[in-house]
C-alpha cells in the first residue's frame, strides 16, 4: 500500500507548492508558515528515500557549513547561564533543517519561481505597512507609530533589505523586460523607502552592505564602481534622513548608544 502511494506522488510537485505557500506566506503569517515547515518535514519523512539527500548533502560545503552553525548553536546550551531562555532561542533553527531537504528536493529552475512568490508576499506586506503609515488603516492596535505588520521591526527591516537587494538583482539581470525592469524600479523604490520609515536599524546597515557586494558582484571591483556604489548608498540615505523623521530619530540613538560604548556602558542595541 505505501508503494502505492509512493509511486503515485509527486514529491518534486508537492515540495515545489509547499515551498512557493512557504515563500509567501513568511512575511505574513509565521504561524502559518510553521504549519508549512511542519508538513513538508512529515512529507520528507514519508519519502523514505534519505540516502538520496545524505549523498547529495555531503558533497556540499555549504550545507556542511549550515550543519556545523546549527551544531555550535545548540552547543551553547552547555554553558548558557539560562536555559529556559536557550531553548526559546534556539527552536528556531530546528527549522533551518528544512533547508537542506528543499535544496535536495527542488530543481534550481524552480528557484526564480519561489523568490517572486516571496516577493509577492512583501508585496502585501508592504501595502500594509504603508497603509498603517500613511494611516488608512491600523493593524494590531498600531499605526504611523510601529508600520511593521506581522513581525518585529528588527526583523522585518531584514526582510526587507532582503527584497530591495534581490530586485536590485533582478533589474541588473539581462533576461528581464523593460517593462518587468520599471515595475521592479518601482517596487524597489517604495521597499527602499518603507525600510526608512520603519525602525529596524538592522536592514538599514544590512541595505548599505548589500548594495556594495550587489555592485562588485555584476560590475567587478572597480574604482568606478565603487564610487557609484557609494554614491547610491549616499544619495538614499541622506534622502531618507532628510525626509523621514522616524530614521532621523533612529540614527541619533544609534549615535548616542555609540557615545555610550566609549563611555563604558554597554548596555544597549
Known sequence: MYKEFYNAVNFNLTYLTLTLLLA?????????????????????????????????????A???????????????LLWTTDLSLAVTSLRYYTFWLIIPILAVALKKEQVPTIIT?????MFVSEVVAYGMFFEFWTYNGHGADYPSPFMHHIAYSIFMAFTAIILLNRIYASHYSLKEKLF???????????????QGRAGQLAFAIAILLTGFLH???RIKTLLLSFTLMIALFFTAYSISPMFEKRVSMAAYDVQQVFKGDLDSS
Request: aromatic share 24%; proline share 1%.
Open 184 to 198: 521592479m524600479g518601482l517596487f524597489f523604490i517604495t521597499v527602499t523607502g518603507n525600510l526608512f520609515i520603519s
Open 62 to 76: 555549504f550545507m556542511l557549513i549550515l550543519f556545523a552553525f546549527i551544531l555550535f548553536q545548540f552547543s551553547t
Open 219 to 221: 560590475f567587478r571591483l
Open 24 to 60: 509567501f506566506s513568511t512575511p505574513l503569517s509565521w504561524k502559518f508558515s510553521k504549519v508549512v515547515i511542519i508538513t513538508i518535514f512529515i512529507i520528507w519523512i514519508l519519502e523514505v528515500d534519505y540516502r538520496k539527500y545524505f549523498d547529495r548533502l555531503k558533497e556540499s
Open 117 to 121: 512568490a516571496f516577493l509577492a508576499g
